[in-house]
Nanobody
């Protein structure tokens, strides 16, 4: 069992930056690939970024590639998502999730989910 808690969301102006954190409970966190997803009002939840168990591999959605960096610190049981040059289209609830595989971009592959953190980007 893995419990995930997101933090770091908030209101930011277009062009600004935010760093989201995903804190996990459990001693086996390093056995899970971790992903970030987001869901805007009226839209489906979509993949944003993922990182492998060791942190050696990452993957990004085209919409955030070049503007975002996912990283993890297994000693702190925490995964981060640094987002730069934010725009209003990035407004959504951001969720982190853990998958019992090395790395996946597929939502169905994730077993555990956090409650989400709201990111709002004003124009």
């Amino acid at each position: 069992q893995v419990q995930l808690v997101e933090s770091g969301g908030g209101l930011v102006q277009a062009g600004g930056s935010l760093r989201l954190s995903c804190a996990a409970s459990g001693r086996t966190f390093s056995r899970y690939g971790v992903g970030w997803f987001r869901q805007a009002p009226g839209k489906v939840r979509e993949f944003v970024a993922a990182i492998s168990r060791s942190g050696g591999s990452t993957d990004y959605a085209d919409s955030v590639k070049g503007r975002s960096t996912i990283s993890r610190d297994n000693a702190k049981n925490t995964v981060y998502l640094q987002m730069n040059n934010l725009n209003p289209e990035d407004t959504a609830v951001y969720y982190c999730a853990a998958a019992p595989v090395v790395l996946t971009t597929i939502r169905a592959g994730y077993e555990f989910w956090g409650q989400g953190t709201q990111v709002t980007v004003s124009s």
